[in-house]
């Protein structure tokens, strides 16, 4: 069970319903410093107290228990971190079952040019945004388009994309994927 999600939800619901601690202290017949060590996620409550919390609050034991899947939040110490040849990823996204949806941070040292990525699904979307520097994207080895500081692009992800940055200063970029589906390998020598 994680206690800082925990206490976040015992805390959201004393909030809701409009109680200070002492109050829901009051209700429940839990202490002070036991509700406050719950709702900072530094005591695990035995059964027999969260159900005391929830009576005091008036929910039920499971609204305690099970996490909200409409607010899903991701530490930064939780975010992945990739690094290969210079070029730092960052996944800054929660992960949601069913939501295939991406929101990455990318940063390309000077001179740096990736291996392709191959397409995504049909129906895949991706916007990119470029913070700083430039980046210049090869499009199924066709169409080049160069985007610099506070440019944009949309595209439809079922494309090889290649990243470059052909300067001599680091670019930052950020990628928001739709998905339909995992990319899928087309050859051996391209990047996952």
């Known amino acids: 069970m994680n206690l800082i999600a925990l206490g976040q939800r015992v805390q959201r619901e004393r909030h809701d319903a409009g109680l ?28 027999i107290v969260l159900d005391r919390i929830a009576n005091g609050l008036g929910v039920s034991l499971s609204t305690l228990l099970v996490e909200d899947e409409r607010v899903v939040v991701r530490r930064a110490a939780d975010q992945d971190v990739v690094e290969e040849a210079g070029w730092r990823r960052t996944i800054l996204s929660p992960v949601v079952p069913g939501v295939n949806f991406e929101w990455i941070s990318s940063t390309l ?3 740096c040019s990736p291996d392709s990525y191959p397409p995504y699904a049909p129906g895949s979307h991706e916007f990119i945004y470029v913070e700083s520097g430039t980046v210049t994207l090869t499009i ?27 300067t001599d200063s680091p670019c930052t970029y950020y990628v928001a ?11 051996p020598h391209h990047a996952p």
């Not at 002492?22 to 509700?35: D, F, I, Y």
């Not at 994927?177 to 050859?187: D, E, G, Q, Y």
């Open 177 to 187: 994927a739709l998905i339909m589906r995992p990319r899928a390998r087309r050859s």
């Open 140 to 166: 199924d080895d066709e169409r080049t388009v160069e985007l610099s500081e506070g440019d944009s692009i949309y595209l439809a992800a079922d494309t090889t994309l290649r990243y470059a940055n052909r």
């Open 109 to 111: 040292p000077p001179g």
């Open 20 to 47: 200070t601690l002492n109050r829901l202290a009051e209700r429940s017949g839990v202490s002070v410093s036991m509700l406050s060590s719950v709702e900072r996620g530094d005591k695990a409550p035995t059964v």
